[in-house]
């Protein structure tokens, strides 16, 4: 897209496609739950709008983003999108230097974790 001089179509443009022609599809199967696109959409709005509420509008934001692999995860990432904010993904399941090193190179000004995730770092 580059060479063609068109804007480049993101995952979230995609996602924002799929959410008008298949609102009501299956996205997502976590266990014993089934999420269509329209409520990973309408998840992300609310956590989108939690999250500029709660830290205001900057753009260009680096979130530093500690979550296990669940649902969360695919929303938080998408209201990231949303709000032109760069997810840093980190690895859970590190922890001590190695932890510290991943969210030295990030640089990010936002740390999100799950509540299971705090007390964990050393």
Request: a positive charge; glycine letters at 8%.
């Amino acid at each position: 897209r580059r060479l063609s001089g068109r804007p480049a179509v993101t995952l979230l443009d995609v996602f924002r496609q799929h959410v008008r022609r298949w609102p009501g599809r299956t996205l997502l199967r976590f266990q014993d739950q089934a999420l269509t696109f329209q409520d990973v959409e309408r998840l992300s709005n609310r956590a989108a709008w939690a999250l500029s509420g709660r830290l205001g509008p900057q753009s260009g934001r680096t979130v530093a983003v500690l979550l296990p692999n669940e649902p969360s995860y695919l929303w938080t990432w998408l209201a990231l999108a949303k709000l032109g904010w760069t997810m840093a993904c980190l690895n859970c399941n590190v922890r001590g230097r190695a932890l510290r090193h991943a969210l030295d190179a990030a640089q990010a000004t936002v740390l999100l974790a799950s509540p299971g995730e705090s007390g964990q770092w050393g």
